[in-house]
């Protein structure tokens, strides 16, 4: 994280947060600092913290940052106390309940502060129902710093550090405490609903009791927060509903409008489409090839041999996306421009719908909207609508590098060695490296009319630890701690959504599409490794990824990304750190 500071900081970026640090607390002079803590769960946070708590010793240091005291006529100044956000079950000096029932608000504290917090997390989750904060410094007596936050200090009411306070509530004081439980019991409840035994639509039936009595902002939170908890399980035809609830029924509320950005870019994608397809009709799903599965044994490799399973059903045979659902992504960007224009205008929602405007045999429109995105001050947003029109008239200027996935009629022997004929004729993909210590790493693609077939070379890097496999590959195995490689496929380069598969060194996997790791795709991989290098070959049934196969000339949107751990990156396209859909490449099938 510092290094990635660093880059846009020249170096410097340690130095500057420091500098800037202080500025801030002897431009505000606060009483009390709170901060994070040195086990928080965010490296960033964890940086964030000691520097805070570094800076507050420097602030109250007339010999420190002068130029702030002489040409911005700033004081030192000393905070009062330090305190930090203890982790987990770390025991703390101060607590905060944000469940109980606050009387002077009228509500809890989790449910007063769920609109700031909505803006920094977009999950809008539940506050923890306990906090606990550890005094780091003081200037008061100790026995007196560790009561509360503010006990020692003399804050006078109406002071400007004092909040204005309000009214107590009308009414039953009771009935508010079993509200504000009740509403915190739901919320508990939402939370647990990956562990828990019920059924996936058993709390989209129960929408109505669940919201019962409450405030509308309070209700549509816990809409929200079911469609979320649905679509990160994996249940994205259940999440689409509850946001179809949330936007109809609490149209006045902000989050009524991110319910229409998650649906609009739902309707838009490829890969939602055929999730739900997935969802709607199990039987439906691909049929799985009967293939022998490679079986490592510490780093022992057993060949995978194709057999000659049943032939797919045509490209016409196979359900392909209804055109209403198209209709419907673009029927509810229109009603968002309308209701909150801003949002509408966001380039990557306009980019998913231009992708729906093509997907209906829309050129003219969804070309209009790529030549208005040219402009635009996203910068790969722009680049992905230079690209569009590219496509459509190769004499403009190409803006994304180009990748080339090989057609093949015969199978490989899936063995990790890559002396397969098909090998030969694939044109490699050298991913670049953010750090001159990285080895080279390469990627080759092929496809036939069944399965897409990867081919991940990496040399290996002195001083990084690489363990054979000790038991069989288990799904979602891939280590975050092992070598690897996560590619990224766009197939309808809608620039939002994306199938996402990661390859360690081991040849363990993890799949998702974007945030929903439910999906699970039947991957054939075997893994091989000499003392320089490791290798993974890799089959996937293009069943798993649509309802045809890739015609030749189409084109998909394709991201590498090699993160050697302690080491760095490598990339295709060359300068991406991360994989985001606008930020991919484009594969051009043969």
């Known amino acids: 994280v510092s290094a990635h500071w660093n880059e846009t900081?020249?170096?410097?970026?340690?130095?500057?947060?420091?500098?800037?640090?202080?500025?801030?607390?002897?431009?505000?002079?606060p009483e009390v600092i709170v901060t994070h803590g040195e086990h928080a769960k965010a490296a960033e946070a964890e940086i964030i913290g000691r520097a805070v708590l570094s800076a507050v010793d420097a602030a109250a240091d007339t010999t420190l940052y002068a130029e702030q005291l002489t040409h911005a006529n700033l004081r030192p100044w000393q905070a009062k106390k330090v305190f930090t956000i203890c982790s987990g079950d770390e025991a703390g000096d101060v607590s905060v309940s944000a469940a109980a029932l606050a009387l002077r608000l009228g509500t809890s504290l989790s449910d007063y502060t769920a609109a700031a917090r909505g803006r920094l997390h977009d999950d809008v989750s539940p506050a923890p129902t306990l906090t606990e904060f550890r005094l780091?410094?003081?200037?008061?007596?100790?026995?007196?710093?560790?009561?509360?936050?503010?006990?020692?200090?003399?804050?006078?009411?109406?002071?400007?550090?004092?909040?204005?306070?309000?009214?107590?509530?009308?009414?039953?004081?009771?009935?508010?405490?079993?509200?504000?439980?009740?509403?915190?019991?739901?919320?508990?409840?939402?939370?647990?609903?990956?562990?828990?035994?019920?059924?996936?639509?058993?709390?989209?039936?129960?929408?109505n009791e669940m919201t019962r009595g409450l405030h509308s902002d309070s209700a549509a939170r816990l809409v929200y927060q079911l469609a979320r908890r649905y679509a990160e399980s994996g249940r994205a035809d259940l999440a689409a509903e509850t946001f179809q609830i949330l936007a109809e029924r609490y149209r006045d509320q902000p989050l009524a409008d991110r319910a229409l950005h998650w649906l609009i870019l739902h309707y838009a994608s490829d890969e939602a489409a055929w999730r739900r397809r997935d969802l709607a009709d199990p039987a439906a799903q691909p049929a799985r090839v009967t293939l022998p599965l490679d079986d490592e044994r510490r780093g022992q490799v057993t060949p995978v041999v194709f057999d000659d399973p049943d032939p797919p059903p045509a490209a016409g045979d196979a359900p392909a996306r209804?055109?209403?659902?198209?209709?419907?992504?673009?029927?509810?960007?229109?009603?968002?421009?309308?209701?909150?224009?801003?949002?509408?205008?966001?380039?990557?929602?306009?980019?998913?719908?231009?992708?729906?405007?093509?997907?209906?045999?829309?050129?003219?429109?969804?070309?209009?909207?790529?030549?208005?995105?040219?402009?635009?001050?996203?910068?790969?947003?722009?680049?992905?609508?230079?690209?569009?029109?590219?496509?459509?008239?190769?004499?403009?200027?190409?803006?994304?590098?180009?990748?080339?996935?090989?057609?093949?009629?015969?199978?490989?022997?899936?063995?990790?060695?890559?002396?397969?004929e098909l090998w030969q004729h694939a044109k490699p993909i050298s991913l670049s490296a953010d750090n001159s210590q990285a080895a080279p790493a390469t990627l080759r693609l092929a496809c036939d009319k069944q399965f897409m077939y990867i081919a991940i070379e990496c040399?290996?890097?002195?001083?990084?630890?690489?363990?054979?496999?000790?038991?069989?590959?288990?799904?979602?195995?891939?280590?975050?701690?092992?070598?690897?490689?996560?590619?990224?496929?766009?197939?309808?380069?809608?620039?939002?959504?994306?199938?996402?598969?990661?390859?360690?060194?081991?040849?363990?996997?993890?799949?998702?599409?974007?945030?929903?790791?439910?999906?699970?795709?039947?991957?054939?991989?075997?893994?091989s490794a000499d003392q320089r290098t490791w290798r993974a070959e890799i089959a996937i049934p293009l069943e798993e990824l649509g309802p045809a196969g890739p015609a030749p000339r189409d084109v998909w949107a394709l991201s590498a990304l090699r993160i050697i751990p302690g080491v760095g990156q490598q990339t295709w396209p060359a300068s991406k750190t991360l994989l985001t859909p606008t930020d991919a490449g484009l594969l051009l099938f043969e």
């Not at 400007?160 to 508990?188: S, T, Y």
């Not at 419907?328 to 801003?342: G, M, Q, S």
Request: with cysteine; charged share 30%; glycine share 4%.
């Open 322 to 420: 209804p055109p209403r659902q198209l209709r419907r992504a673009i029927a509810l960007y229109e009603l968002l421009e309308r209701t909150n224009p801003t949002l509408a205008a966001q380039p990557r929602m306009q980019l998913a719908v231009a992708a729906a405007q093509r997907s209906l045999d829309d050129p003219r429109v969804a070309e209009a909207t790529y030549r208005q995105l040219v402009s635009s001050l996203d910068e790969a947003a722009s680049d992905c609508a230079r690209s569009e029109l590219w496509l459509r008239d190769p004499k403009l200027q190409q803006t994304k590098p180009l990748a080339h996935c090989t057609r093949t009629h015969a199978k490989p022997f899936l063995d990790g060695k890559f002396d397969d």
């Open 459 to 527: 040399d290996k890097v002195t001083g990084v630890t690489y363990a054979a496999a000790d038991r069989a590959r288990t799904r979602d195995a891939a280590k975050p701690s092992d070598d690897r490689v996560e590619l990224m496929l766009d197939v309808n380069r809608d620039s939002n959504t994306a199938y996402r598969i990661v390859i360690d060194q081991r040849g363990w996997a993890n799949a998702a599409v974007e945030a929903d790791t439910s999906w699970n795709p039947q991957l054939h991989i075997a893994a």
């Open 136 to 207: 780091q410094s003081h200037h008061v007596a100790r026995d007196v710093a560790r009561r509360d936050f503010f006990s020692g200090l003399a804050l006078h009411s109406g002071g400007e550090a004092r909040r204005h306070l309000g009214d107590m509530p009308a009414g039953n004081i009771g009935e508010l405490r079993k509200l504000v439980q009740r509403r915190r019991n739901v919320e508990q409840m939402i939370a647990q609903t990956h562990t828990i035994a019920v059924d996936d639509d058993a709390w989209l039936g129960q929408v």
């Open 9 to 29: 900081h020249d170096g410097r970026a340690m130095p500057i947060l420091h500098r800037d640090l202080v500025r801030l607390i002897r431009t505000w002079r």
